[in-house]
């Protein structure tokens, strides 16, 4: 979701071809969010809230992951103007199986890391 309207139309679809080899390759029920900055949309000041507590709340708003009650979710968190990246992973995900072959280091080093470079 690009709560910072950032994202082309193939950005966008580049993310939903990651969450579809997510869980191809780890089963996981994979969201990636991308926001400018933790604020509020009533109030133009920044939120009390760590991007780790923001991560965590949408998870759980979301029920990322539930389906079926696997909590097999994870979401995957970019705050722009912080240059933070949060992980929140569900307790029914073995966090080695999401970082199988490689897969979540390389995806978050190729898609954010690099982007917050860039900026």
Same mark, same amino acid.
């Given at each position: 979701?690009?709560?910072?309207?950032?994202?082309?139309?193939?950005?966008?679809?580049?993310?939903?071809?990651?969450?579809?080899?997510?869980?191809?390759?780890?089963?996981?029920? #994979?969201?990636?969010? *991308? !926001?400018?900055?933790? %604020?509020?949309? &009533? =109030?133009?000041?920044?939120?009390?809230?760590?991007?780790? @507590?923001?991560?965590?709340?949408?998870?759980?708003?979301?029920?990322?992951?539930?389906?079926?009650?696997?909590?097999?979710? #994870?979401?995957?968190? *970019? !705050?722009?103007?912080? %240059?933070?990246? &949060? =992980?929140?992973?569900?307790?029914?995900?073995?966090?080695? @199986?999401?970082?199988?072959?490689?897969?979540?280091?390389?995806?978050?080093?190729?898609?954010?890391?690099?982007?917050?470079?860039?900026?």
């Amino acid at each position: 979701m690009d709560l910072a309207q950032q994202l082309t139309g193939p950005n966008q679809r580049q993310l939903a071809r990651l969450s579809a080899d997510a869980a191809q390759v780890t089963g996981a029920d #994979v969201r990636f969010v *991308l !926001v400018d900055a933790l %604020r509020s949309p &009533e =109030v133009t000041a920044p939120l009390a809230i760590t991007p780790r @507590a923001y991560a965590t709340n949408l998870f759980n708003h979301w029920r990322v992951g539930s389906r079926g009650e696997k909590n097999n979710g #994870v979401l995957v968190l *970019l !705050v722009k103007d912080a %240059r933070r990246v &949060e =992980v929140v992973v569900g307790s029914g995900l073995d966090a080695t @199986a999401l970082n199988k072959n490689g897969w979540c280091a390389a995806t978050l080093e190729r898609e954010a890391v690099r982007r917050f470079t860039e900026a």
